[in-house]
């Protein structure tokens, strides 16, 4: 566990703790001696997921989701 740092040097120095927690330390903050918080580096950050990747580089046909052709059907099993 990483040495405990009291509120108000935090408030202080929060700009450097949180480039020590960016580069993997935790820092705990504490309140009259009592830890009260933890100041920890993220993980990741997932990044929003594009929905239109490929827009205007596809095209689904108009008839994308009409019946399979009997012949074809049949190939699958189908009757």
């Excluded at 120095?13 to 009592?34: C, F, W």
């Excluded at 993220?42 to 827009?55: A, C, E, G, Q, Y």
């Amino acid at each position: 566990m990483s040495k405990a740092i009291n509120i108000h040097d935090a408030k202080t120095h929060l700009s450097r703790l949180v480039e020590q927690a960016s580069l993997g330390k935790e820092i705990i903050i504490a309140k009259a001696g009592k830890p009260m918080a933890r100041l920890v580096p993220l993980l990741s950050v997932p990044k929003p997921k594009k929905f239109d990747l490929l827009k205007g580089q596809m095209k689904v046909s108009d008839d994308f989701n009409a019946p399979l052709d009997p012949a074809v059907l049949a190939l699958f099993g189908g009757k």
